[in-house]
């Protein structure tokens, strides 16, 4: 019966296997030479990067504290605004963006209070909303907060320390390390989002035009060199962050380990 269980492994693991086969050798090396060169797939590379860490940088900002309020502080609700936060991530990304869009758009209700931003959409900043929504850090955040110990918050108050400098001086430092991993998975979602920042900030060359947009266009045009070219970067930096994710947590549970 055991042995029963190698068998869809072996087909998803020959799915996984096939599938990143077939983009690796569907170009050759010339052909990929001259693809990697091409000033599209530089803009697609460079706005991809800045947008998305520049989203990340949001996400911290706006998800940590949000993560933190819900796990320290109890009030009128609460069980719905934590089903309400878990949304983005059951929501196909193509609806959030027809949302956002809809919210900040010139018809929206807030286009009147955020003019500037309302005018912006459709532009890199329209991608950095969209990928910002996608990619937020509250949930991992949420979960790492709540695995704290009490004892130590408890520790931190008694010492005279404000909430805000038990965030600061206790709770993130014993967590950095999810958070850290929350970071990097939220980095390469954002590098990977494509449904709601065509909604929020359009597909336009070399304006909108991150990788996976680029990816959208040259497959409508005809182009399938420049969009497997920018597939098999995509998958490059997917790997990269894969691997440093998974070498940051062997070395974590190696310290966590070592300290037993």
Request: proline share 5%.
């Amino acid at each position: 019966m055991v042995k029963l269980t190698l068998v869809p492994l072996g087909l998803l693991l020959s799915l996984v296997i096939g599938s990143l086969c077939a983009l690796i050798f569907q170009l050759d090396f010339p052909v990929l030479l001259s693809v990697l060169k091409d000033p599209e797939l530089h803009f697609a590379l460079f706005l991809s990067l800045a947008t998305a860490f520049v989203s990340l940088l949001l996400s911290l900002i706006i998800g940590i504290p949000a993560a933190w309020a819900m796990a320290r502080i109890q009030f009128s609700g609460k069980y719905i605004a934590n089903i309400l936060l878990d949304l983005p991530l059951v929501t196909p990304p193509l609806v959030v963006g027809i949302g956002l869009l809809l919210l900040l758009g010139h018809q929206g209700p807030l286009s009147g209070i955020l003019p500037q931003l309302t005018s912006m959409l459709f532009s890199p900043i329209g991608v950095v909303i969209a990928q910002t929504y996608v990619a937020i850090i509250f949930r991992t955040a949420n979960a790492a907060f709540l695995a704290i110990d009490p004892a130590y918050i408890s520790t931190g108050q008694n010492m005279g320390l404000t909430p805000l400098q038990t965030l600061c001086l206790v709770e993130i430092p014993l967590c950095w390390q999810a958070l850290l991993s929350g970071a990097i998975l939220a980095l390469a979602r954002a590098l990977g989002e494509f449904g709601a920042t065509l909604m929020l900030a359009g597909a336009v060359r070399l304006k909108t035009e991150t990788l996976p947009i680029a990816i959208y266009l040259n497959i409508a045009s005809g182009d399938f060199s420049l969009a497997i070219g920018c597939a098999l970067l995509l998958m490059l930096l997917a790997c990269g962050l894969l691997i440093a994710l998974r070498l940051f947590t062997r070395r974590d549970k190696e310290d966590g380990y070592a300290a037993n």
